[in-house]
């Protein structure tokens, strides 16, 4: 079953004209992650490799094509955990980086504290030697259109946001049975400047265990919140629930509580894994034994050759 990798490239609904783009790019990303799996990479080289190509992709918010905050700007959050060690990495609201989750590797590995932010994010960035890049090199025609139209006194917020959700993220098993997980994104439509969501926040943004399993999700980052819901997921798995129900448990819990819509990937320590999410669609791959699955809406699951270029 091992290794194995799993990637989503965000919940939500997903335009017609967007579809192939969401769908072409998630299947790629799991491609590269899971080549450096196959070439005996860590779980966590893993991860961080599918969620920079996902960041490099203009088609997901995070790193470029990120969504933007109230004032037009954009502000990330990513966030890295080791399950061997439990050994965490976060950043939040940073600005002018091109691949946040790479910065939030380095605050796991080179700093002792598990989250920088805003200003003291990118004092660290750059005594680490990762260049700047200029906002404008971020920001997509698609998300400048979308924050426009989201300034209208009329826009319907809960429509708006299920539209632009593309937070990527990433879990893993490698072939020594560690675990990881990754998660990067460009936050909420039109937020508040110095807004934290959910992806900052360990047991929220993502989870990784060796002695349980991993989690990524996606979706509304306040509802995550309120549930800790990569935690509790995992506290389900711990239960002897599958992945597949821990997840569907856990999104049910969401929406019942909290009125929460969202999605998640999760893999266990043997390597079964699922790709769950309660809103309208969800763009996943996973890939395992040179097989390449993937699917965009619900009950959708296509299966193909690893090394199949579609």
């Not at 965000?10 to 590269?32: D, T």
């Not at 960035?125 to 200029?134: K, Q």
């Not at 490698?174 to 909420?188: K, L, P, R, Y």
């Not at 239960?239 to 129900?245: L, R």
Request: hydrophobic share 40%; with cysteine; proline share 3%.
């Amino acid at each position: 079953m091992l290794p194995v990798l799993v990637i989503h490239g965000g919940a939500g609904h997903i335009p017609k004209e967007r579809v192939e783009l969401s769908s072409s790019g998630v299947r790629s990303a799991a491609r590269g992650g899971y080549a450096v799996l196959q070439g005996g990479g860590s779980a966590m080289d893993a991860v961080v490799e599918a969620v920079t190509q996902l960041e490099n992709n203009p088609a997901y918010n995070a790193g470029c094509g990120s969504v933007l905050n109230v004032k037009g700007e954009v502000e990330m959050d990513a966030i890295v955990m080791d399950g061997k060690t439990l050994a965490c990495g976060a950043v939040s609201a940073v600005r002018n980086i091109a691949n946040p989750v790479q910065l939030a590797r380095l605050v796991m590995d080179k700093t002792s504290h598990l989250c920088l932010t805003a200003g003291g994010a990118s004092q660290f960035a750059r005594a680490m030697g990762v260049p700047e890049v200029p906002e404008e090199s971020l920001i997509t025609d698609y998300a400048r259109m979308r924050w426009k139209k989201n300034l209208a006194p009329d826009a319907n917020p809960v429509e708006s946001q299920m539209g632009k959700m593309g937070t990527v993220g990433a879990v893993a098993v490698d072939v020594e049975g560690n675990i990881a997980c990754a998660t990067s994104t460009g936050g909420m439509l039109n937020k508040m400047e110095g807004r934290v969501g959910d992806t900052a926040c360990i047991g929220c943004g993502g989870y990784a265990d060796n002695m349980v399993g991993a989690v990524s999700p996606t979706g509304h980052g306040e509802a995550i919140m309120k549930v800790t819901l990569s935690r509790l997921i995992l506290f389900h798995m711990e239960q002897g629930q599958s992945a597949e129900a821990a997840s569907d448990l856990a999104l049910a819990t969401m929406k019942s509580r909290v009125g929460g819509l969202g999605g998640v990937v999760t893999v266990d320590r043997q390597g079964r894994w699922a790709a769950r999410f309660s809103s309208r669609q969800m763009s996943w791959a996973a890939a395992q034994k040179d097989t390449l699955h993937h699917g965009l809406n619900a009950g959708e699951h296509f299966i193909q050759s690893i090394d199949d270029p579609h």
